[in-house]
């Protein structure tokens, strides 16, 4: 297995918009070693979720390279991509997106056939495991905000992903229940050695991360993993 989970590099992605090219990523190099957890922050518009989707291959880069997982994600096509993703990748978003009509366990079941990965653990165990024994069969809109967030890690993780991508988890939760939210993700990401990615703009939350990457219009900015890339990088 290859050291790095990510290596971008000159990574570009723009929209065309009616107004003009908008350069959501323009011109990103970053390497994550395998097992790293990071934060991405920075001001609304930067191109957080755009680097996240791009990694997690939800969209393409158009300029630059890419390598997640030790393949050229960039070279496969749109099937190949959505094979990629459900073997390799798992997502949690900020607005939950459970399926409102599916009990949390059912949520959990459906990705878990989607993924066509077993894990050993069963949906209602893995819920269990997350805090929600005694809620695995209520509907999304009979739990909390906290406790859909903690469905949502489950549904990430069932398949046991390598790579675990987050665009503001906590985004939608008080200041207790998101840091328990970023614990449990902390932990269950380390028992599984997934490579986690953290979008969020909440420096309480981006403390807890081993490394902080900043960016600022498509660039990175600041990256207080940098040095420590580069060491390992002189190691290899
Ligand atoms: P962030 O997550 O940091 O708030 P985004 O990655 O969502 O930023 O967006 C970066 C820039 O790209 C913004 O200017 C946004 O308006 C633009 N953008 C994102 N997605 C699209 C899209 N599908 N079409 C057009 N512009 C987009
Ligand atoms: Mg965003």
Redesign the pocket.
Known sequence: MSDWAVRALRLRRA?R?AAGT?R?IDSIDLEIPTGQRLAIV?P???????LLSVIGCLEHADGGTLEVLGTDVASLGEEQRARWRRQNAGFVFQAYDLVPFLTATENVALQSGISERDNGVSPREMLAKLGLAGHQDKLPDQLSGGQKQRVGIARCLIHRPALVLADEPTGGLDTVTSRSVVDLLLEATAEIGATTIV?THDPAVASRFERIVSLRDGHVVADSGADLAGAERAHA
């Not at 609304?44 to 755009?50: D, P």
């Open positions: 929209y918009t908008v959501a920075g609304s518009g930067c191109g957080k979720s755009t979008v």
